[in-house]
T-cell receptor, first 112, second 110 residues
Framework: NAGVTQTPKFQVLKTGQSMTLQCAQD?????MYWYRQDPGMGLRLIYY???????DKGEVPNGYNVSRLNKREFSLRLESAAPSQTSVYFC???????????FGSGTRLTVV | GEDVEQSLFLSVREGDSSVINCTYTDSSSTYLYWYKQEPGAGLQLLTYIFSNMDMKQDQRLTVLLNKKDKHLSLRIADTQTGDSAIYFC??????????FGTGTKLQVIP
């Protein structure tokens, strides 16, 4: 089925470790997004990529980096994980940036 | 920036109608969306309304938009246990400018 694929689904890190969350979409969408979801805080935008070759900061970018590898793939990197980065991370994509988003199934990350 | 508010929790009996409300602050909104999130899953786009519309109906779902009061609602008719989920409204105020509400958890009692 067409959609947004995220890997891994679950991850436990020790404080200070690094990791990359992978995201790929097969809908030929131009825009891609990384959100984190925390209880009581809804969804907060970390970074987005309006089109291939561009990336921009969202609401909560500190501690993260992103790479738009090609039109399909948008990765999120934690260089030195902190317990405050324990969260559920969602990747999403959209055609135009104003139309509805298609979300992946999420990565549940725990930093101990 | 845009502020989007939702009540945290709603409980209804199976077969009743559910009404989930959302208020927002930016009057320049262009598109408004409703998403559904089931446990352990990502958000799924349910329906949307353009800002030049007052109402949109899609099977059991009715979206009402009151632009004057900046109020959006989602009515689910004949609510079923499968409708239990968290519902998010999202407001688009410009290119790449989308704000999500905090989500309303709908509990359907059999």
């Amino acid at each position: 089925n067409a959609g947004v694929t995220q890997t891994p689904k679950f991850q436990v890190l020790k404080t200070g470790q690094s990791m990359t969350l992978q995201c790929a979409q097969d809908m030929n969408h131009n825009s891609m997004y990384w959100y984190r979801q925390d209880p009581g805080m809804g969804l907060r935008l970390i970074y987005y990529s309006a089109s291939e070759g561009t990336t921009d900061k969202g609401e909560v970018p500190n501690g993260y980096n992103v790479s738009r590898l090609n039109k399909r793939e948008f990765s999120l990197r934690l260089e030195s994980a902190a317990p405050s980065q324990t969260s559920v991370y969602f990747c999403a994509s959209s055609e135009s940036g104003t139309d509805g988003y298609t979300f992946g199934s999420g990565t549940r990350l725990t930093v101990v | 920036g845009e502020d989007v508010e939702q009540s945290l929790f709603l409980s209804v009996r199976e077969g009743d109608s559910s009404v989930i409300n959302c208020t927002y602050t930016d009057s320049s909104s262009t598109y408004l969306y409703w998403y559904k999130q089931e446990p352990g899953a990502g958000l799924q786009l349910l329906t949307y309304i353009f800002s030049n519309m007052d109402m949109k109906q899609d099977q059991r779902l009715t979206v009402l938009l009151n632009k004057k009061d900046k109020h959006l609602s989602l009515r689910i008719a004949d609510t079923q246990t499968g409708d239990s989920a968290i519902y998010f409204c999202a407001v688009v105020v410009g290119y790449q400018k989308v704000t999500f509400g905090t989500g309303t958890k709908l509990q359907v009692i059999p």
